[in-house]
């Protein structure tokens, strides 16, 4: 899974950070994870995660718990996008490249936007 977080002001990357660190430390304690990796472009406001799971049951046990669920309903009020990304991969691939990671993002937001597009 791998989502890119984008903030409305600059003002708000830093409590954003902070949330997102904390997000980071509890998905490394979280049963089923792999791995997990955060990425922040202070300076754009972007954040950037990547983590790998067994499967989908342990990820979403970990959105639905706190802090998480309570951190995302904070945070979404100071959000612009957020594009999520879910796909498989084999164990001996992982760690997947932070380009890569970018490709599929890139890839999912493009096909969103077509989709907007040809639907007006």
Do not use: C, N
């Not at 997000?23 to 202070?42: C, D, F, I």
């Not at 990304?85 to 890139?106: K, M, N, Q, T």
Request: no cysteine.
């Amino acid at each position: 899974m791998a989502s890119r977080l984008e903030v409305e002001s600059l003002r708000s990357a830093p409590g954003f950070l902070i949330a997102s660190l904390a997000l980071w430390w509890q998905a490394r304690r979280s049963p089923g994870v792999l791995g997990v990796a955060l990425k922040a472009e202070m300076l754009k406001g972007t954040f950037w995660t990547y983590s790998a799971w067994e499967d989908k049951a342990a990820i979403y046990a970990y959105a639905g718990s706190e802090p998480h669920k309570s951190t995302v309903e904070r945070k979404r009020k100071v959000m612009r996008d957020a594009t999520f990304v879910f796909f498989s991969a084999p164990v001996d691939e992982l760690p997947l490249s932070w380009g890569e990671i970018r490709r599929r993002i890139a890839e999912q937001r493009d096909s969103t936007q077509s989709g907007h597009r040809a639907a007006q």
